[in-house]
Nanobody
């Protein structure tokens, strides 16, 4: 089992920045791909960014490309999502997920474990 705990969410003005963290416990996640997804009220859970266990070949949703950066520190069992130039459309609950599968990281069903989420609210 893998337990994931997100933190770092909050209220920020448009144009601001936040850094989310996802701390893993249980099995070491150094060999798992990690992803960030977000879910706005009444909407499906959408892909944001993903990073393979090696840390290379990160992928992003078009809506966040160039504004968000995903990274990981395997020694700390932690994945980060640096978010800049935030706008109200980024408001959502952000979830991190872990998967031992390879590829198709933008699909919710590919992930085996999820955190409880952290709320990000961007005011205009």
């Amino acid at each position: 089992q893998v337990q994931l705990v997100e933190s770092g969410g909050g209220l920020v003005q448009a144009g601001g920045s936040l850094r989310l963290s996802c701390a893993a416990s249980g099995r070491t996640v150094s060999r798992y791909a990690m992803g960030w997804f977000r879910q706005a009220p009444g909407q499906e859970r959408d892909f944001v960014a993903a990073i393979p266990w090696s840390g290379g070949s990160t992928t992003y949703a078009d809506s966040v490309q160039g504004r968000f950066t995903i990274s990981r520190d395997n020694a700390k069992n932690t994945v980060y999502l640096q978010m800049t130039s935030l706008n109200p459309e980024d408001t959502a609950i952000y979830y991190c997920g872990a998967t031992y599968r390879s590829g198709l990281y933008d699909i919710v069903g590919r992930y085996d474990w999820w955190g409880q989420g952290t709320q990000v609210t961007v005011s205009s």
